[in-house]
């Protein structure tokens, strides 16, 4: 599969050029490839590559742009470079925030993906804090039914229960899990 993503970034630069979208989009995916292979430095150098050609050739705040700068900020945290991952992911949610509503899919994603990381250094405050604004956002601009609105409902039940705040968890998973069966 190695050589064949190779043969298929030399062609696709080749024929389409190095900034087009189809071509930074095999670009990650040989990221991808790379990481499951425990090659993490190779990685890391393509997750770096479609970022910055995203971001010289789209604006900062353009979703591709932004949705490069998610990919590699998650590529650290899988990497448990919680430092690097915290840097791009919370760059990536202030940007969204800045430009889009916080009511946008791609915001509320990129919020979520910041409590994560959160959640998983078991830094709860913080990712209570996140998990709690894209709980509302859903909420407000989807209804409780939405399966939006009801997977961060359930996230915020698994945080409380984390916490061991079983009182809370119990409420948000009650609604969660009648939001689901409607």
């Known amino acids: 599969a190695d050589k064949s993503y ?5 062609i696709s630069e080749h024929e389409l050029g190095p900034t087009h979208s189809s071509h930074l989009h095999v670009l990650k995916k040989m990221g991808l490839l790379l990481e499951q292979q425990g090659k993490y430095a190779k990685a ?4 770096v590559e479609v970022w910055k050609t995203n971001e010289r050739i789209h604006a900062e705040e353009d979703r591709k742009t932004l949705d490069s700068l998610r990919s590699l900020g998650n590529f650290y945290a899988r990497q448990l470079k919680y430092d690097q991952a ?3 992911l919370r760059q ?7 430009t889009y509503t916080t009511g ?18 078991a830094k709860f405050d913080e990712a209570e804090t996140l998990f709690q ?7 407000i601009d989807f209804g409780s039914n939405h399966p939006s609105t009801l997977q ?12 061991a ?18």
Not at 92 to 98: G, L, P, S, V
Not at 133 to 139: A, D, G, T
């Open 44 to 47: 890391e150098e393509k997750f």
């Open 6 to 10: 190779q043969l298929a970034i030399g």
């Open 86 to 88: 915290e840097g791009r």
């Open 165 to 182: 705040k079983y009182s809370e968890a119990t409420v948000y998973y009650k609604e969660a899990i009648e939001g689901y069966r409607e």
């Open 152 to 163: 961060a409902q359930s996230m915020m039940a698994w945080l409380f229960a984390e916490r």
């Open 133 to 139: 604004e894209v709980f509302n956002s859903s909420l």
């Open 104 to 121: 946008d899919p791609d915001t509320l994603v990129a919020i979520y993906e910041l409590g994560s990381l959160f959640l998983s250094q």
């Open 92 to 98: 990536a949610a202030e940007i969204y925030r800045e």
